[in-house]
Structures are given as C-alpha cells and as structure tokens.
C-alpha cells in the first residue's frame, strides 16, 4: 500500500515536499516512481529512484526537482522547488521490485495522490 502526503497549495516559485509512504518489509527492493495529472491532460513521468537510489527525471523538472528514499521510514520523497504553475497536479507515487522506469504501466502498486497547486 502506498499513501501520498504533502500536497497543498504553494506560490510560484515556492517550494513543497511530497512523501510517498509504503507498508511492506520488502520496501527497500522496490523502486519508487512519482507521475502527475492535470487536469484534462494525461499522466506523466515526473521522477523515479531505483532500489540502489539512482534518480532519474523528466526533463520539465530536472534541476528544480529531487527524489529521495529513506528505507528506515519506508518512505520516499520529491522535493520541488521552483514550482511554477503548470506544476499544477495529482501527484501519484507508484511501486515495483528494482528497476525505475518512465512507463507508468509497469508499476505493480500505485497510491491515490495528492494535490499540488501552484499559483501564479
């Protein structure tokens, strides 16, 4: 089970952090990818972190935008600085065993997300 937290509403150019928390003692073997929705629009790869802790971004936030995990907690985090107001999203964390990957399809186990606003 995955459960987002930290959503909210934020100016542009603020910053936010989303957590993305599991249950399972097998945590620390899944790689952990976050993907986000506008409205009308489709899903889209934001960011992922492998089992070994390698980030990888969409390009649209890179330099503004950092994955983490912390395996003692269960949890892994994005943090955003820099929103801008087409940030604006659902945000979804999503789960399966090692390899981090752009392909929202090939996640196992997805939370119901959380909502980010920016405004401008």
């Known amino acids: 089970q995955l459960v987002e937290s930290g959503g909210g509403l934020v100016q542009a150019g603020g910053s936010l952090r989303v957590s993305c928390a599991a249950s399972?003692?097998?945590?620390?073997?899944?790689?952990v990818g976050w993907f986000r929705q506008a409205p009308g629009k489709e899903r889209e790869f934001v960011a992922a972190i492998s089992w070994r802790g390698n980030p990888y971004y969409a390009d649209s936030v890179k330099g503004r935008f950092t994955i983490s995990r912390d395996n003692a907690k269960n949890t892994v985090y994005l943090q955003m600085n820099s929103l801008k107001p087409e940030d604006t999203a659902v945000y979804y964390c999503a789960a399966q065993l090692y390899r981090a990957t752009m392909e929202g399809d090939e996640y196992d186990y997805w939370g119901r997300g959380t909502q980010v606003t920016v405004s401008s």
């Open positions: 399972g003692r097998t945590f620390s073997t899944y790689a």
